[in-house]
């Protein structure tokens, strides 16, 4: 069990919508000693330095996680690292493949090489339902994170340090998600959908951010945890919406698909873990989205 009180937390790209969710639980909830905010967004640090003006737990560090040595420099007497900093736009990534590659593989690697040398206690990374079955490159990108982080407990030979993976799908509200993206073009009466067959899983950011902590309370090493979450067709949502907005087919983008998977079949297989799937209804999302 990992004991909370008086712990320095590592959390990189710490001013994304996770992070700063998590951030928001952990003062709240949490006898944390500090919280280290690293990210290379100085806007966004500025913006969360200010929500939180008088919390002296909070310390804010800019920088890469392609930077070895500023990682290093973060990680001195962390410790937990979370790590959630990456290129998440998959098409930002499909037309950047190098700039993905370097955040995404090699900036983890990173993670995983200054956690060991600085005796880091538990490192737990964010994936992506992407990383099963991937066709593109953020969810390649992913799988390749998933493979550096749960190996690595080969490395720490009898050192103390832990690593685990999460995976889970699309957040709900997050940055770039496709509920605000909706929300906003409620307001003009049309909804661009790539394909009307398109279902995606569904999770809020509370829900990740207790997931991410139930996770850190269990690992042991090389895990990756997975939860299980229904799933909804993208027209539902729309309707859930706005009934009466139009919708306009799009076309797929480039790799995107049309169904996501939470657990490869040979996972599923392996740990049993089903394939009944929940669907949620136009008024469930209703109520959701609100």
């Given at each position: 069990?990992?004991?909370?009180?008086d712990?320095?937390?590592?959390?990189?790209?710490g001013?994304?919508s996770?992070?700063?969710?998590?951030?928001?639980h952990?003062?709240?909830?949490?006898?944390?000693?500090t919280i280290?905010?690293?990210?290379?967004d100085?806007?966004?640090q500025a913006?969360?330095?200010?929500?939180?003006?008088?919390d002296?737990?909070?310390?804010f560090?800019?920088?890469?996680v392609?930077?070895?040595?500023?990682?290093?420099?973060?990680?001195?007497?962390?410790d937990?690292?979370?790590?959630?900093?990456?290129?998440?736009?998959?098409?930002?990534?499909?037309?950047?493949p190098?700039?993905?590659?370097?955040?995404?593989?090699?900036?983890?690697?990173?993670?995983?090489?200054?956690?060991?040398?600085?005796?880091v206690?538990?490192?737990?990374?964010?994936?992506?339902d992407?990383a099963?079955?991937?066709?593109?490159?953020?969810?390649?990108?992913?799988?390749?994170?998933?493979?550096?982080?749960?190996s690595?407990?080969?490395?720490?030979?009898?050192?103390?340090?832990?690593?685990?993976c999460?995976?889970?799908?699309?957040?709900?509200?997050?940055?770039?998600?496709?509920?605000?993206?909706f929300?906003?073009?409620?307001?003009?009466?049309?909804?661009t959908?790539?394909d009307?067959?398109?279902?995606?899983f569904?999770?809020?950011?509370?829900?990740?951010?207790?997931?991410?902590?139930?996770?850190?309370?269990?690992?042991?090493?090389?895990?990756?945890?997975?939860?299980?979450?229904?799933?909804?067709?993208?027209?539902?949502?729309?309707?859930?919406i706005?009934?009466?907005?139009?919708?306009k087919?799009?076309?797929?983008?480039?790799?995107?698909?049309?169904?996501?998977?939470?657990?490869?079949?040979?996972?599923?297989?392996?740990?049993?873990?089903?394939?009944?799937?929940?669907?949620?209804?136009?008024?469930q999302?209703r109520?959701?989205?609100?």
């Open positions: 069990m990992f004991d909370w009180t712990k320095r937390i590592l959390i990189t790209g001013t994304g996770f992070g700063k969710a998590f951030i928001e952990a003062l709240a909830n949490l006898p944390v000693k280290r905010v690293f990210s290379r100085e806007f966004h913006e969360l330095r200010e929500t939180y003006p008088n002296k737990r909070l310390r560090f800019i920088g890469d392609r930077d070895r040595d500023r990682v290093r420099m973060a990680m001195k007497d962390v937990l690292v979370i790590h959630a900093a990456a290129m998440k736009r998959v098409e930002a990534c499909e037309y950047n190098i700039e993905a590659v370097q955040t995404n593989i090699i900036g983890t690697q990173n993670i995983v090489t200054e956690a060991i040398e600085a005796g206690s538990h490192v737990l990374a964010l994936s992506t992407k099963v079955n991937p066709i593109n490159l953020y969810g390649a990108t992913k799988l390749c994170l998933e493979k550096i982080v749960t690595a407990s080969s490395y720490v030979g009898s050192g103390r340090t832990r690593f685990a999460v995976r889970y799908g699309n957040v709900a509200g997050s940055r770039g998600s496709v509920i605000p993206l929300k906003e073009q409620a307001k003009t009466g049309v909804f959908i790539t009307e067959r398109m279902t995606r569904w999770i809020t950011l509370d829900q990740a951010v207790q997931f991410v902590l139930d996770s850190i309370q269990k690992m042991e090493g090389g895990e990756v945890f997975t939860p299980r979450l229904p799933s909804f067709k993208v027209t539902d949502l729309a309707k859930a706005n009934p009466d907005a139009e919708i087919i799009v076309g797929i983008r480039k790799g995107e698909k049309l169904h996501e998977v939470m657990v490869s079949e040979e996972e599923g297989e392996r740990y049993d873990s089903g394939s009944n799937t929940e669907w949620l209804s136009v008024e999302l109520e959701l989205v609100r």
